[in-house]
T-cell receptor, first 112, second 113 residues
Framework: GQQVMQIPQYQHVQEGEDFTTYCNSS?????IQWYKQRPGGHPVFLIQ?????EVKKQKRLTFQFGEAKKNSSLHITATQTTDVGTYFCAGTDTGANSKLTFGKGITLSVRP | ETGVTQTPRHLVMGMTNKKSLKCEQH?????MYWYKQSAKKPLELMFVYSLEERVENNSVPSRFSPECPNSSHLFLHLHTLQPEDSALYLC????????????FGSGTQLSVL
């Protein structure tokens, strides 16, 4: 079945450093979504990418969908302590029974 | 406030108890979901309801029984659970099933003793 992979599961950065994480799918995706879950909280939708090569920005966050629509990246410029949390990607495959599959997420910690 | 409300926030139950989780969405969405979130595992989709009809059951054990009486309410009835069922149970809704973004509730942290 479809797999969505996020490696590593944990990353620690110094406040002010940039951070990039990747999401890889075993199948071609029709879309990819990113969610953020703060410690003790619930996942909150951040962005959805649909087009091949699409790039979207939200303040210091930049999201990209790969040309082959099998991977995606999230880049945070100049991390802040408010960026702490777990970032999940989730992709919908292109099959007839398309369903959203989540990756395990990457937990980001930021040292002040 | 996401527009999706879950109760209770925390639940401790014994293996012989029967309990129910409740979810209510105030967003006018047509699809509702139950997810299980365990440590070090991806979010696991359990059930999907679209327009009050169950459209997906991901091989969930029968000790979990969902109910969707209308498009705004979703229940998860629990019976004879096992300790490995301890997890955060998240309800979500979306405008329609498919490519729509999910709005999650705050979850119920369940501990089975």
């Amino acid at each position: 079945g479809q797999q969505v992979m996020q490696i590593p599961q944990y990353q620690h950065v110094q406040e002010g450093e940039d951070f990039t994480t990747y999401c890889n799918s075993s199948t071609t995706l029709s879309n990819i979504q990113w969610y953020k879950q703060r410690p003790g909280g619930h996942p909150v939708f951040l962005i959805q990418l649909v087009k091949s090569g699409e790039v979207k920005k939200q303040k210091r966050l930049t999201f990209q969908f790969g040309e082959a629509k099998k991977n995606s990246s999230l880049h945070i410029t100049a991390t802040q302590t408010t960026d702490v949390g777990t970032y999940f990607c989730a992709g919908t495959d292109t099959g007839a029974n398309s369903k959203l599959t989540f990756g395990k997420g990457i937990t980001l910690s930021v040292r002040p | 406030e996401t527009g999706v409300t879950q109760t209770p926030r925390h639940l401790v139950m014994g293996m012989t108890n029967k309990k129910s989780l409740k979810c209510e969405q105030h967003l006018g969405h047509n699809a509702m979901y139950w997810y299980k979130q365990s440590a070090k595992k991806p979010l696991e989709l359990m059930f999907v309801y679209s327009l009050e009809e169950r459209v997906e059951n991901n091989s969930v054990p029968s000790r979990f029984s969902p109910e969707c009486p209308n498009s705004s309410h979703l229940f998860l009835h629990l019976h004879t659970l096992q300790p490995e069922d301890s997890a955060l149970y998240l309800c979500a809704s979306s405008q329609d099933q498919g490519l729509a973004k999910l709005f999650f509730g705050s979850g119920t942290q369940l501990s089975v003793l």
